[in-house]
Nanobody, 114 residues
Framework: QVQLVESGGGLAQPGGSLRLSCTSS????????IGWYRQVPGKQREWVGY???????NYAGAVKGRFTISRDNAKNTVYLQMNSLKPEDTAVYYC????????WGQGTQVTVSS
């Protein structure tokens, strides 16, 4: 089973920025499409966006224009750059293949608060 590892979360002020990372020690992330997801306690996990194996990206309406997904193939890492953060972006963020057939990782907590 492949499991990805998320990192980079923390506390940010409204309007601030954070960059999350998604890595794997045993799978080449550039070979597949990777999505970012987030979950608030008591709610379903929601899709944030994805990057295709060809580098194309797509985003949920709530984050479009504020979040950017990119890859560094040399580091086998997918990033989620989050700008203009809002309190409603507070959640645990996860990455997974868009087919959702990897084991979910622990996620990384993002808290947006003044």
């Amino acid at each position: 089973q492949v499991q990805l590892v998320e990192s980079g979360g923390g506390l940010a002020q409204p309007g601030g920025s954070l960059r999350l990372s998604c890595t794997s020690s045993g799978f080449t992330l550039s070979s597949t499409s990777i999505g970012w997801y987030r979950q608030v306690p008591g709610k379903q996990r929601e899709w944030v966006g994805y990057i295709g194996d060809d580098g194309t990206t797509n985003y949920a309406g709530a984050v479009k224009g504020r979040f950017t997904i990119s890859r560094d193939n040399a580091k086998n890492t997918v990033y989620l750059q989050m700008n203009s953060l809002k309190p409603e972006d507070t959640a645990v963020y996860y990455c997974n293949r868009i087919t959702l057939d990897f084991t979910w990782g622990q996620g990384t907590q993002v808290t947006v608060s003044s």
